[in-house]
């Protein structure tokens, strides 16, 4: 006798980890610019992460006279690797090209701590997005629940091309190389005791006093709370393979992500 099929699946709602693009309002162009300036090269910094736009300080005037489309976001999204997931607005209009994109409309802010401004036009943090859990599971390793605010996870071996590392609620520290390739996430600092060649993010979460701290600093990308920096061209012979602190200036308009040499010897 077969089973009825409510028997063979079960239904659970689970809290996807999400980036949030919030935009003050600006005509549709000026919004682009900032998204594509945010994203930065491409792998970027938000490669692979599923994306929430908000527009909940926007009116359906500002929506109008901005010339706002939704299918422009997230088409440069999309090409940025980034999934927009949902959009969050109160507005009829921009619920309708939501609904056209196929993705989730959120009515208003959901209850979450504010966006930190980064930018004259946008502001990104990162949120909690509630969706249908399916059988395509987060790639970050799984990483404990902690009482306190922030604690440690520590990774005592080198992290390899194609790994990717993420501390969420907490600091990183790495007891190894970080190779070409390969990305190490923190919610809070990430130290490197080796050789930084691959990504370091910092402050993912949005926290912009995180700081980045690496033994022999060859990074191909490094990021405090959304702020990049990348080195085709090149890094400053201060810098090159010596021991180097990355952290945002906020003494500059907007804030300016800085390397200091540093002596640990």
């Known amino acids: 006798m077969n089973k009825p099929s409510s028997a063979l699946l079960d239904i659970k709602f689970a809290k996807i980890k999400a980036v949030t693009f919030a935009l003050r309002p600006a005509p549709l162009q000026e919004g682009l610019d900032a998204l594509k300036k945010r994203l930065g090269p491409t792998p970027g910094v938000y490669s692979a992460e599923p994306a929430v736009l908000d527009f909940s300080g926007w009116n359906d005037t500002d929506l109008s006279e901005n010339g706002i489309e939704l299918k422009a976001f997230a088409e440069m999204l999309k090409a940025a690797g980034v999934l927009l997931v949902e959009a969050r607005g109160q507005s009829e209009a921009l619920e309708a090209q939501a609904e056209e994109l196929g993705i989730r409309f959120e009515t208003g802010q959901t209850e979450q701590s504010e966006p930190e401004t980064l930018e004259a036009t946008s502001t990104v943090t990162h949120a909690a997005s509630t969706e249908p859990a399916d059988s395509k599971q987060d790639d970050h390793p799984a990483v404990p629940s902690f009482d306190n605010a922030r604690r ?47 990504r370091a993010l910092a402050g993912a979460a949005g926290d912009t006093q995180a700081r980045i701290l690496s033994t022999c600093f060859e990074a191909e990308l490094v990021a405090v709370a959304g702020y990049y920096l990348t080195f085709e061209g090149g890094f400053p012979e201060e810098n ?14 907007p804030a300016t992500l800085r390397l200091k040499a540093i002596n640990i010897r």
């Open 240 to 253: 090159r393979s010596k021991p180097t602190l990355i952290h945002l200036d906020h003494g500059t308009e």
């Open 152 to 198: 440690t996870m520590v990774i005592d071996q080198s992290v390899r091309s194609g790994q990717k590392i993420y501390a969420q609620g907490a600091d990183l520290i790495v007891m190894g190389q970080v190779s070409a390739g390969a990305e190490v996430i923190a919610d809070g600092n990430v130290h490197v005791y080796g050789v930084l060649r691959g």
